[in-house]
C-alpha cells in the first residue's frame, strides 16, 4: 500500500508471471488501479528450468563445476544419476505441471501427481498419469518431486505451510535404493519451513 499510494499517477500494476498474490489488490482497488497477470508467459520457462534443474540435480553438476573450477577432476558416480526410468512426482498439475510432466515423460521418466481439482485429476488420469491420491503418498513414491502450486488452492485456501517435515522425510520412501531424492520447488517460498528442508537434507531424506 506505501508503494502504491507514493505513486499517485499510478494506472495500472503489469505482473509478467501467473501469480498476483505479490501485489496488495485491496489497496490497488482503493486507488482505482488496475493489476494484470500474464498467465501464459512464462509458464514454459519454467518448465524448462525444472528440467534442466532435474538432470543438473541428478548428476550434482553444481558441486562438480565448482570442484572442477578449482581444479579437480573427480569422475565418481557416486550419488549421482540418469532420470531415464526414474519416477518424477508432479505436485500441482496446472498449466506449468502438466507441461513438466509431458517433457519429462519426453525424456524417459515415470509420472506421479497430486492435485486436489476434481478436473486436474481427471486430466492426469487421461494423459496416463499415475494419481498419487496423497501428497504423502506422491512423496513416498517419486525420486525426484517438482512443486508447482500457487499461492492458494482453488477453493481460495491458502497453501501457506502445505508441505512438511514429514513430507521431506518420506521422499522415495517407496523407490528402490539408491534413489536421487531430488525436490524441486519452482513455486512458492512459503510452501514449507525452510528449516525443515535444510533438517531433511543434513538427515539425507533429500539428496
Not at 506505501?2 to 498474490?21: F, H, K, M, T, Y
Not at 520457462?45 to 548428476?59: D, M, N, Q, T, Y
Amino acid at each position: 500500500r506505501e508503494v502504491i499510494e507514493a505513486a499517485p499517477s499510478l494506472l495500472a500494476v503489469q505482473l509478467c508471471c501467473i501469480g498476483d498474490d505479490s501485489v496488495d489488490k485491496r489497496a490497488c482497488a482503493d486507488r482505482g488501479v488496475m493489476v494484470f497477470n500474464d498467465p501464459v508467459s512464462n509458464g514454459r520457462s519454467v518448465v524448462e528450468l525444472a528440467i534442466g534443474h532435474l538432470v543438473a540435480l541428478s548428476r550434482r553438476l553444481f558441486e562438480t563445476y565448482d570442484h572442477t573450477r578449482l581444479g579437480g577432476f573427480d569422475k565418481s558416480q557416486t550419488e549421482r544419476f540418469e532420470v531415464q526410468g526414474r519416477v518424477l512426482g508432479v505436485l500441482g498439475l496446472g498449466n506449468i505441471g502438466r507441461q513438466t510432466a509431458r517433457a519429462a515423460e519426453a525424456i524417459g521418466m515415470k509420472v506421479v501427481f497430486y492435485d486436489n481439482r476434481d478436473v486436474a485429476r481427471e486430466v492426469g488420469t487421461e494423459m496416463g498419469w499415475d494419481d498419487a491420491g496423497s501428497m504423502d503418498a506422491l512423496f513416498r513414491r517419486s525420486d525426484a518431486v517438482t512443486v508447482h502450486l500457487s499461492a492458494e488452492d482453488a477453493r481460495g485456501r491458502t497453501n501457506w505451510g502445505a508441505i512438511t517435515a514429514d513430507h521431506f522425510a518420506a521422499l522415495a520412501a517407496d523407490r528402490p535404493a539408491p534413489s536421487p531424492r531430488l525436490f524441486l520447488n519452482l513455486a512458492r517460498g512459503f510452501l514449507y519451513e525452510p528449516s525443515d528442508l535444510l533438517a531433511a537434507i543434513a538427515a539425507g531424506h533429500v539428496r
